[in-house]
């Protein structure tokens, strides 16, 4: 049903009443398909280039490059939180002369055909930069007690330095991507696509599909690696590193249509402007050499990154021990394109708020005014964690992701996103009561603290905190989380 939706305060004007007839009908959402998820970052210190797969055994396996890139760990865990704490296996060490001797770097393990595999880089004794891929091989269920055989070097057509290959299906073909040095180009390092005959095996002649040419690409080192691939919809999206391994270290995007032929450059666009990087806000510097997995229920795509909490760095940047593996969710924008907003402060991740009567619109700060918007493409303007109160209590407060210290707090009524002052009254004012949906118990709905009785809710989609007791307004307060 249509209800005209009109100016607080100004009831009664003319101008209101034309300004509320051309909002749009308010509509009951359902509940949302990617509800949200909560994850504490960082998930484990100390582990850079980190792959975090689910498998059909109910386990998330983790590997990650260890900082004395001389061995390869596995863990497994039946939440992608227990992979913190679970306890790690040493599967591999490096030899202790000739090939696959130094710099092990960026394993990933996959499922194939009924075995494990893990590939992996790694230099020479004699060369430590003579960096190549490799192969390893278990028939075990459990990858962490089974024995491993090498299969090998990834053999591509040149023979230089290569590393962070994946493995991906998509409509029925198996394809390897990875990172390498064309001696014919002044970049380190270009990213490459191929089919696969077998898990070690590439066919054809690899396409070179993206080098380093933009200058957030070409920030100490020119590079182009760490290819990881998802898929949403009808389109592929390849996300990469570029750059050197500090904090201008960033994430770039390559998508084509998944029915497209991926082996022909052409069917790829490259964004011509980074999709992930250092937020000074925040505290996360270097985000990168990401992969992708999923949430426990299935219904979320989870980003799996390194970063540092910190932008300077002694010496060489491969030398410093402190990347951490970080996750938060994948958010998909109207289009169908990936919002990878940007890396969130260390604790808890934070959330979006949608509305219960309008289908896919959050809560957002504008100019630090809170207000219901659709579309919105500044992802973190949108995202909130929820802390333990300011005024305690058993309230919660929403903390802004892109300004943290900054939390949801009414002020005379309208909801405003400002710095706790440290005030009481801005503590009481930024804190609520957590509550079951007034509109839907599967949503939320958050009373005010301060003035009982009183929820944060929306009307001609500004923030207020206001008495709640119609069926109308009991929809503009509820929220579900996202």
Same mark, same amino acid.
């Given at each position: ?421 440290? !005030? +009481?009254?801005? $503590?009481?004012? =930024?804190? @609520? &009561? #957590? ?34 007791? !119609? +069926?109308?307004? $009991?929809?503009? =307060?509820? @929220? &579900? #989380?996202?």
């Amino acid at each position: 049903m249509t209800r005209t939706r009109l100016l607080p305060g100004v009831l009664a004007t003319g101008a209101a009443l034309v300004a509320g007839l051309l909002l749009p009908a308010p509509a009951q959402a359902a509940v949302p398909a990617s509800p949200a998820v909560s994850y504490t970052n960082p998930l484990v210190n100390q582990r850079a280039d980190a792959q975090i797969y689910k498998h059909t055994d109910g386990y998330y396996y983790f590997t990650a490059t260890a900082p004395e890139y001389d061995r390869i760990i596995l863990r497994r865990a039946t939440t992608i939180q227990g992979l913190s704490t679970a306890p790690e296996t040493v599967i591999w060490t490096k030899h202790a002369t000739g090939a696959m001797a130094n710099h092990v770097w960026a394993p990933e393990i996959h499922f194939i055909d009924g075995k494990w595999y893990v590939y992996f880089a790694a230099g020479s004794s004699d060369d430590v930069w003579k960096i190549r891929m490799y192969v390893l091989e278990s028939s075990s269920a459990n990858p962490l007690t089974g024995s491993w055989t090498e299969k090998g070097q990834i053999a591509t057509p040149m023979d230089s330095f290569a590393l962070d290959a994946t493995t991906f299906v998509v409509n029925g073909t198996r394809y390897l991507s990875w990172a390498q040095k064309d001696p014919a180009i002044a970049t380190n390092s270009n990213v490459y696509i191929a089919k696969l005959t077998n898990p070690w095996t590439i066919s054809g002649t690899p396409t070179r599909l993206t080098v380093p040419t933009y200058s957030w690409e070409t920030v100490g080192y020119k590079v182009n690696e760490g290819p990881a691939l998802i898929q949403h919809g009808d389109k592929v999206f390849l996300s990469y590193s570029a750059s050197a391994t500090d904090s201008n270290y960033c994430l770039g995007l390559l998508s084509a249509p998944a029915s497209s032929n991926l082996l022909d450059a052409a069917s790829w666009t490259k964004s011509a402007t980074p999709v992930f990087t250092s937020n000074a806000a925040t505290g996360q510097y270097g985000p990168g050499h990401n992969q992708f997995t999923t949430s426990e229920d299935g219904k979320s795509d989870i980003l799996v990154y390194h970063d540092r909490n910190y932008k300077d760095i002694t010496g060489d940047p491969l030398n410093d021990p402190n990347r951490r593996t970080r996750v938060q969710k994948l958010y998909w924008n109207a289009d169908g394109t990936p919002n990878f907003g940007i890396p969130v402060a260390d604790g808890v991740t934070p959330k979006r708020l949608s509305s219960y009567n309008y289908p896919d619109y959050f809560i957002r700060h504008f100019d630090f005014r809170a207000k219901l918007e659709p579309n919105v493409t500044n992802l973190a303007d949108s995202q909130f964690r929820t802390v333990t109160g300011l005024s305690g209590s058993g309230t919660v407060s929403l903390e802004s992701a892109n300004f943290p210290g900054y939390y949801l707090h009414s002020k005379n009524g309208e909801v405003w996103v400002e710095k706790n002052d440290g !005030t +009481t009254a801005f $503590k009481d004012s =930024a804190s @609520f &009561y #957590q509550r079951a949906g007034l509109a839907d118990s599967a949503g939320v709905s958050y009373e005010s603290y301060s003035t009982a009785g009183q929820y944060l809710r929306h009307f001609n989609f500004l923030l207020y905190v206001q008495p709640v007791s !119609t +069926t109308p307004a $009991k929809g503009d =307060a509820t @929220f &579900y #989380q996202q």
